[in-house]
């Protein structure tokens, strides 16, 4: 699925909602307000994989409440688009992708961090060993793939132009693609992209199989950071007060508890997940889990990991110099988990000895 390069300068057009649209979108919620608020959530996951919600109900985190699966989705960008049409209840996207769905009026807050960069959770940029792609510039023709457009990957790919000197005619000459990620590494090792971007577990499979390099990481590339946020409605969050504490501080607690926890323990608890919900997934890939990556203490938002994004789109020209309002697109108001704590150590400084 290739893109024109207009199309690629567009970045994150994708997320262009209306404001109409989306306020019919959150008026149809089937997330409805009662006393104490909805105990269902409805969400989307990721094949073979464990999310944080996933991991927060099976620990029993949730309390009372339940997690709602309407399908798979290989897309941020869709999934926070999701959330804020009313089709799901929570979404979460790579942070730039999150200010830019603000950007288009959608009436949504980002609520809890839940994925990010670290040394052992990354995504990486590889090619095969003997290609003779060696710097940003040799990637001019090139074909990357990637889950989706307009989120992390392409982010990420842009910057790394950026950084090589290629100009705004050079990075649009590079050519980003939609792979599955169940297929990514496959269509390198055929040849059918230059460029494999892969992340987490798929990511280690691929290493130990052998035979591909990274050109870069994103944690080279910016350190480790948080990367993505999970996002609910502002009218989600008003009928659902309580509903949302208990999500969201369950979340936080999960990201802790997959800190403090033996890695061996935390992808023995995953491997049990997917073998209890029944999608025919295969398990294998999970014994590479190593780390969610998170920044913060049990996903506290700070709102650098937000402004990085909305500075760097309003550079670009993607939104306008204060079309964006740090302080009215996130909140940590319904955090317990991380009431009290500014920050915590790097995930690089627990990860080795908790899994985190």
């Not at 990357?144 to 989120?151: D, E, I, K, S, W």
């Not at 049990?272 to 295969?282: M, Q, S």
């Amino acid at each position: 699925m290739a893109t024109t390069a207009s199309t690629r300068r567009q970045f994150l057009t994708l997320l262009g909602l209306s404001t109409v649209a989306v306020s019919c979108g959150t008026a149809a919620t089937g997330a409805t307000s009662g006393k104490g608020g909805t105990k269902t959530l409805r969400y989307q996951g990721w094949a073979g994989q464990v999310t944080l919600p996933e991991l927060a109900e099976d620990l029993g985190y949730l309390e009372d409440l339940k997690l709602e699966w309407v399908g798979n989705t290989i897309s941020g960008p869709q999934d926070i688009q999701s959330a804020a049409t009313g089709q799901v209840d929570f979404g979460g996207a790579f942070n730039g992708a999150v200010v830019k769905l603000a950007a288009n009026n959608a009436p949504v807050k980002a609520v809890i961090s839940y994925y990010g960069a670290d040394k052992y959770a990354y995504n990486g940029f590889y090619v095969l060993e003997d290609s003779p792609i060696r710097s940003a510039r040799d990637l001019l023709g090139k074909k990357v793939g990637m889950n989706t457009l307009g989120a992390h990957s392409e982010a990420m790919l842009d910057i790394y132009l950026q950084r090589g000197g290629l100009s705004r005619a050079e990075i649009g000459k590079v050519e980003p693609l939609v792979v599955p990620p169940v297929n990514t590494e496959q269509s390198l090792r055929q040849k059918q992209i230059d460029v494999a971007v892969l992340g987490g577990i798929l990511r280690d499979k691929a290493l130990a199989t052998g035979g591909i390099r990274p050109l870069f990481t994103d944690y080279r590339l910016l350190g480790a950071f948080s990367a993505g946020t999970y996002v609910m409605t502002d009218r989600f969050l008003k009928q659902n007060p309580d509903t949302a504490r208990i999500f969201v501080t369950a979340v936080g607690r999960a990201i802790e508890w997959s800190r403090s926890t033996p890695r061996d323990e935390v992808v023995a608890r995953m491997t049990d997940i997917v073998n209890k919900r029944g999608r025919n997934e295969d398990t294998a890939p999970l014994k590479y889990w190593r780390s969610y990556g998170v920044a913060e203490r049990a996903g506290l938002i700070t709102g650098k990991e937000l402004q990085l994004w909305i500075d760097w789109l309003a550079d670009r020209g993607d939104i306008r110099k204060g079309q964006v309002t740090l302080s009215d697109l996130y909140t940590n108001e319904f955090n317990a988990a991380g009431e009290g704590a500014a920050s915590t150590p790097s995930a690089d400084s627990s990860a080795s000895t908790s899994g985190s």
